[in-house]
Structures are given as structure tokens and as C-alpha cells.
């Protein structure tokens, strides 16, 4: 009688609860806008209004296009809210330019339609029939320049949910786990994916291709670099998991963003700050995580604290069997409390085919565990150091007398030095102009500038 009584309770939460929603927008009629061009309008309500101002709106989460485009540069602000809130009713707002809907000289509908592909892309779920649609028009522009100025996207008219609610979601995914379904990672890996793309994009796959090679690792605790230009490098650590999340070794993340927005002379070695966690069987968490940790930070820095992270997550977490850091090419601040690690620590180095700094090289030698970049995998767990290693085009030797690699060409390496700050600084100038940018340091209490230095000026941090 219990096993009928189980199997009903799985076939109920498998068919009731995983319910597909009735959509609002078929893909018949996103794909052939102008064909469906009525029963696309019969979906909305039609609003005018002179002018859009989301910052004036409560309990609304608004997603920017921008004048004539459909892309949404900037989906955090949606993700960072969603798991707490119902969604009451979308409103995708356009300027009303020219006033004569024949001068358009944008095809509406299809314009519409791509928008609202974006969203749905971002979070199908909006795409509900139980969702209330409206189209909103500014009235308030005279000229293109005028359009230009108003605000153009999608506008989320949401509630918070209660403690009930929240307790009720909660236990019908624990439902689902204990009937046997598979977590759903397809939100988690959607929201990654623009991550990366909003942060400039994959620019090589190097992190990928070293976790794909050492599927091996198992229980690893993941100490991930999150400042400025790793953003797109480190996220290909989750996208990894996500996509080989039945087999993924990784149990633990932790995220350091090398002290918040502190400034440099705050710094101090081992207390600078700045580290997240996060458990891999909470992806939603994870990412919540990781969106916080990169808020919080500044970026542009050059040294880094990677050992006081690792030391900061061995604590954290201690029935780990791997210790992995996915590092980047600069400066370790704290190199000397290498000594301190007392357990084998797997480098993966971040866009480390062109050049290698040995900090990170030796961090794995000194500590007996393995370096990894793109294209090797060089080991250091069995005892035995090669004095001679050649990786990325450099060649380093090892100094027994400093027990550590050197560069053996000195001049190479005071070029990869100068190399390296100028990639850096380069970097944080192209980050500034993309849209993960402007979700940065949102939670620092005048974390820079002027108020900044007034603030700490007068001790009010």
C-alpha cells in the first residue's frame, strides 16, 4: 500500500505540478508577426500616455531596449527579483513616432514580435496566459531625437510573495525532487549564457576545455575569480556544471571579488574581503551569488586575493576532496600565505594560452597539485617537478635554491608584466561600456569618488 500510495503522490507532482502554462504568444504568431498582426494587437490593452518614467513605478522591474532595438542588454535586475515575486501584468512600452503609424520607418510588428522573443528568452515563464499584457505608447516626442530620450522596453508590474507562498513554492520543488524529477537548470543556464554574452562573450573556452579534460574531480570545492575582466571566463566554470550537471564533480562555489570597493591602502593581507558562497545544488542561489559578488566589486585592480578566498572557503566548506582556483592572469596580492594551504590546490588558468604569470604556476607546485590551462595539464601531485616546463610559449625553470619556477627568459617576463597591466586596463575600459557594467558596485554605500573618499575622509563606513 505504500509503494501505491508513492508511485500516486509521484505521478500527481510529475502531472499537476510541471503543468505547462498556456502560453499567451504562440511561436506561430512571434514568427509571423505581420501575418497575425490583429490577434497580436487583441493580446494587448492599448495604453497612451505622455511619458515613461520606471524609476517613479513600485513593485516594477524594468528591462531596457532601447529606441528602435529588441535586445535586452541587462536582464539582472529581473533575475535578481524573480524567485520572490508573482507577476501581475508586462507592459512593453514605445514612443509614438512619427504619429502616423504609416511613416514608421521601423516595421512594428516585427519589432514587437523580436521583443517579445527577447523577453520570453530571458523568462519563459512571462509567457502566460494568466499575465496580463499591455502596449504603451509615448506620446511625448515630437522629433526622432525626442523618441530617442523616452524610454523603450518592458515594464514588470510584480507583488512580493508571502512567507506562505514562498514556503509553498519551496516544498513543491522538494516535491518534485522526491518524485524523482531532475532539477531545472534551464533558467539558471539561460540567465549564465547572457551573462557571458553581456559581458563580452565567450572570448575562448579555456576554462571549459580544462574542467571537460579532468572529469575526475570529484567533491570540489571552486574558487572562482569574479572581477572585472574574468566575468566571461569564470562563468564558463558554471555553464560547465549546468551542462554536465549529472556527472559534474563540483559541490561547492565560492566567488571573491578581491575586497568589495574598498580602496587599495584598506587592503590588508588575509582580511581584504569580498568572498561568496554558494552550494552547486542550489543554482539559483549560485547565481544570486555570483550577481552579488560582482555588484559589490569594483573591478580593475590588479592583485587579487586568491589565497585568503581559498583559505576563506576551506573554512567555509571542509568535506571537500578537490580544491580547484579559477584564476586569472594578474598579480596575487597574498602570494606568501601560500604555506597556509594545507591541501593540493588544481590552478585553472583563465586566458592563459598567450602567457602565464608563475604565481599561479607555483601556487600548484609548492602546494603539490596541478596547473591547467586551455590546451594542458601539467601535474605536480606525484612528487616529481620537471626543472624545465614549457607552457603557453614561455619556458620556466625550476631555482632550487627558491624552490619555484622562474622565467627563464627574464626579458619575456617583464614583457608579459607590462602586458598583462595593459590587458588589464583595457579590459575595464571595454567593460565600462558594456551592459553588466552598470549592475556593478549598486550596493556600496559611496564605494568610490568623491562621497567615497568623503566618507572614509570622516570614518562613516
Request: with cysteine; charged share 30%; net charge neutral.
Amino acid at each position: 500500500m505504500f509503494r501505491t500510495l508513492t508511485l500516486c503522490l509521484s505521478l500527481f507532482f510529475t502531472t499537476f505540478l510541471v503543468a505547462e502554462p498556456i502560453v499567451r504568444f504562440s511561436k506561430d504568431l512571434l514568427d509571423n508577426p505581420k501575418k497575425h498582426a490583429k490577434e497580436i494587437e487583441k493580446l494587448f490593452k492599448i495604453q497612451i500616455t505622455k511619458k515613461v518614467n520606471p524609476a517613479f513605478l513600485k513593485n516594477t522591474t524594468a528591462l531596457e531596449n532601447g529606441y528602435s532595438k529588441y535586445d535586452i542588454p541587462n536582464a539582472e535586475p529581473w533575475y535578481q527579483v524573480k524567485e520572490g515575486v508573482q507577476v501581475l501584468e508586462v507592459s512593453l512600452v514605445f514612443s509614438k513616432y512619427p504619429k502616423d503609424f504609416n511613416f514608421w520607418q521601423t516595421n512594428y510588428y516585427e519589432l514587437l514580435a523580436n521583443r517579445l522573443k527577447t523577453l520570453f528568452d530571458i523568462d519563459p515563464e512571462l509567457n502566460d496566459m494568466e499575465v496580463k499584457y499591455n502596449l504603451v505608447l509615448e506620446t511625448e516626442c515630437e522629433t526622432e531625437e525626442d523618441a530617442k530620450k523616452l524610454f523603450h522596453g518592458f515594464l514588470i508590474k510584480h507583488r512580493p510573495l508571502t512567507k506562505k507562498e514562498l514556503k509553498e513554492r519551496e516544498a513543491q520543488r522538494a516535491a518534485l525532487i522526491a518524485a524523482g524529477a531532475p532539477p531545472d537548470y534551464s533558467g539558471v543556464k539561460r540567465r549564465i549564457d547572457r551573462y557571458m554574452k553581456n559581458a563580452g562573450g565567450m572570448l575562448d573556452s579555456s576554462v571549459y576545455k580544462a574542467l571537460n579534460r579532468n572529469k575526475q574531480w570529484e567533491d570540489a570545492l571552486v574558487v572562482i575569480d569574479w572581477t572585472s575582466s574574468m566575468y566571461q571566463y569564470s562563468a564558463q566554470c558554471l555553464a560547465w556544471h549546468i551542462d554536465y550537471a549529472d556527472t559534474s564533480g563540483i559541490k561547492y562555489f565560492a566567488f571573491f571579488n578581491d575586497g568589495d570597493a574598498k580602496w587599495e591602502y584598506e587592503k590588508k593581507l588575509g582580511e581584504t574581503g569580498g568572498i561568496y558562497f554558494g552550494s552547486s545544488d542550489n543554482m539559483n542561489k549560485v547565481v544570486r551569488v555570483f550577481s552579488m559578488a560582482m555588484r559589490k566589486g569594483l573591478g580593475g585592480g590588479m592583485p587579487e586575493n586568491d589565497v585568503e578566498a581559498i583559505l576563506k572557503s576551506m573554512e567555509k566548506y571542509t568535506d571537500f576532496k578537490e580544491l580547484i582556483l579559477i584564476g586569472d592572469n594578474s598579480v596575487i596580492r597574498d602570494f606568501d600565505l601560500w604555506d597556509q594551504i594545507k591541501h593540493p590546490v588544481r590552478v585553472i588558468l583563465a586566458d592563459g594560452d598567450w602567457t602565464v604569470n608563475p604565481q599561479y604556476l607555483n601556487l600548484a607546485y609548492l602546494t603539490g597539485g596541478s596547473f591547467h590551462t586551455g590546451v594542458g595539464d601539467w601535474n605536480f601531485g606525484d612528487g616529481r617537478a620537471d626543472t624545465l616546463l614549457k607552457i603557453s610559449g614561455m619556458e620556466f625553470v625550476l631555482d632550487k635554491e627558491l624552490n619555484l619556477y622562474v622565467c627563464k627568459d627574464k626579458e619575456q617576463c617583464r614583457y608579459m608584466d607590462l602586458e598583462l597591466a595593459a590587458r588589464e586596463k583595457k579590459n575595464l575600459e571595454e567593460l565600462k561600456n558594456k551592459p553588466i557594467y552598470r549592475t556593478m558596485h549598486k550596493d556600496n554605500m559611496g564605494g568610490g569618488g568623491f562621497k567615497g573618499w568623503w566618507r572614509r575622509l570622516w570614518g562613516k563606513d
